[in-house]
């Protein structure tokens, strides 16, 4: 194959803003491999800590790279050293590269790995997806199954990924309502996967009438509510007064924190996954004397993204379904901004046979 010596790549100045800047091609040194992007999705996070403002500390810190942690491609060059991956692999990146010997990060969770100096996630700290190539290193890569397309795998590396590691915190059986608050792409991801993992009903809460109609259209819940004062009663309505045996907070929202809690029955399992932001709750009737856990969840392991990777082809689950807009990387900047307006579903920066696939079109 042929590989150019410069490429493209986008990187996030702040202010709302998005420029394309020119880079060399980098080579693959000992163990790391070059892949061509094919598909790279935008996380809420992206918007949050890095788009609208350098908000992000310590690891959420951005250091001006090439933006873009949910990454997925095609493997073009390997550099000597390689164990399991070769030129002409799928893989998704799992978007942080930890030092690979603190507890953290034998344990499979580079997320959480305490090195300072070690720890550089894609899109943040080192070069990211929003580019026509990116070095990674073969300790980060993910196997993407052949049932799954590179926007499915995209999305995996974040976003899904830390979907299913919350419902796997909590536990999700055939014996469980589920809620879930905020149907942005990881509320929409975290509905799709607790209805694989059998879920005997699926209650979704947001505000923005886009987010709620594309939860409805998507079939991902049972019921689709306007979150508001009286979302716990009518949760409490819909599940026979008792609540749900779990909830799961995607928005970051006080209120929806709250109605997590509230809304969940006695013994429930309450996950936290939206970042940033508050919330006030009283101990005692809220948590204590209704025997309630509340979990926090952040990201996932490289071992439970390869297992979702193998689960979702067995459940012949497309997580593409959820992106609304594929944009080239020269409208990278309409990409994110559409995604900041929240009047979409998941938003995809998209590279050859991904950028217009069969029946879907770009934006
Ligand atoms: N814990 C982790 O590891 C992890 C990983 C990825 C993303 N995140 C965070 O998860 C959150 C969701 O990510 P996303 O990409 O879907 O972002 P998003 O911003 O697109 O989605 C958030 C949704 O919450 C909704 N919302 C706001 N107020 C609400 C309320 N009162 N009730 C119900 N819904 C309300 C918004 O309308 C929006 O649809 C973000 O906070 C993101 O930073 C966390
Ligand atoms: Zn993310
Ligand atoms: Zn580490």
Known sequence: MDIPRKMKGAVLPGNSAVVIREYDVPEPGHGEVLIRIKSSTICGSDIRAIYREHLGKGPEGYRGVIAGHEPCGQIVRAGPGMRRFKEGDRVIVYHISGCGVCYDCRRG?????TSPEFRRAYGWQRDGGMAEYM???EKDLV???GFLTYTDGAQVACGFGTAYEGL????????DAVLVTGLGPVGLATLMLAKAMGARMLIGADVVPERLDLARRLGLARHVLVSGPDTVGEVRKITGGAGCERTVDCSANDQA????????RRWGRICFIGEGGTVSFQPSPDIIHDQKRIYGSWVTSTWLMEE????????????????THRF???RAGDAYALMAGGKCGKVAVAFDEELAPAGKGAA
Do not use: T
């Open 328 to 330: 080239p990387l020269g």
């Open 168 to 175: 796997r915190k909590v536990g999700v059986s055939g014996d």
């Open 257 to 264: 924190r709250l109605l997590c809690i509230q809304a969940a």
């Open 135 to 137: 070095l990674a290193e």
């Open 143 to 145: 196997a993407l199954p």
């Open 109 to 113: 969770y580079m997320i959480s790995c």
């Open 308 to 323: 979702l990777a193998e689960r979702l082809a067995a459940w012949e689950l497309h997580p593409d379904a959820l992106v």
